[in-house]
T-cell receptor
Framework: AQRVTQPEKLLSVFKGAPVELKCNYSYSGSPELFWYVQYSRQRLQLLLRHISRESIKGFTADLNKGETSFHLKKPFAQEEDSAMYYC?????????FGTGTSLTVIP | DVKVTQSSRYLVKRTGEKVFLECVQDMDHENMFWYRQDPGLGLRLIYFSYDVKMKEKGDIPEGYSVSREKKERFSLILESASTNQTSMYLCAGWGGINSPLHFGNGTRLTVT
């Protein structure tokens, strides 16, 4: 069952442009959602989680239960944001990941 | 600084070999996971363990087994490696609610 959907495999934006990485989930309970990021040659790491409602590196993500979405946004993309981004859903004690979106920020 | 360490960064094995992928964490976490990461498929859960000697199948356990004899170590075993198991394997530890997953650097396994 597809629990987390990231519709874009590749996304390119110009430096300074807004960026939005889409994530939709399927879960009947109360979801706990995360964004993980993998920069080139680095390990996968947590970017942000919805319950903290923080802005990390200029990124925010709002949980929309009506649309079952958790899109990641940044108003002004930077070159260092180029990376692979994964949306993840925690149900019970298992994490389910989307297929990932590779973001390229063009200078 | 929390650490999840995977013993090998790159491995090349032959079809039919028995392969061990080792993962050690120093965070005293009960929960540990093995994922494989493939382009276009994302991270898929192979097995996870929520305690010593406990293991649960994930979404793609076929062809794999695991061992958790000590809290800090979670091993992934390919009983008879096949070419379709060529992939990046990621180990992760988790301390429970309000904790993030901590990943290792990954082991890139090539089966020829």
């Amino acid at each position: 069952a597809q629990r987390v959907t990231q519709p874009e495999k590749l996304l390119s934006v110009f430096k300074g442009a807004p960026v939005e990485l889409k994530c939709n989930y399927s879960y009947s309970g109360s979801p706990e959602l995360f964004w993980y990021v993998q920069y080139s040659r680095q390990r996968l790491q947590l970017l942000l989680r919805h319950i903290s409602r923080e802005s990390i590196k200029g990124f925010t993500a709002d949980l929309n239960k009506g649309e079952t979405s958790f899109h990641l946004k940044k108003p002004f993309a930077q070159e260092e944001d180029s990376a692979m981004y994964y949306c993840a859903l925690l149900t019970g004690n298992q994490f389910y990941f989307g297929t990932g979106t590779s973001l390229t920020v063009i200078p | 600084d929390v650490k999840v360490t995977q013993s090998s960064r790159y491995l090349v094995k032959r079809t039919g070999e028995k392969v061990f992928l080792e993962c050690v964490q120093d965070m005293d976490h009960e929960n540990m996971f093995w994922y494989r990461q493939d382009p276009g498929l994302g991270l898929r859960l192979i097995y996870f363990s929520y305690d010593v000697k406990m293991k649960e199948k994930g979404d793609i356990p076929e062809g794999y087994s695991v061992s958790r004899e000590k809290k800090e170590r979670f091993s992934l075993i390919l009983e008879s490696a096949s070419t379709n198991q060529t992939s990046m394997y990621l180990c992760a530890g988790w301390g429970g609610i309000n904790s993030p997953l901590h990943f290792g650097n990954g082991t890139r396994l090539t089966v020829t």
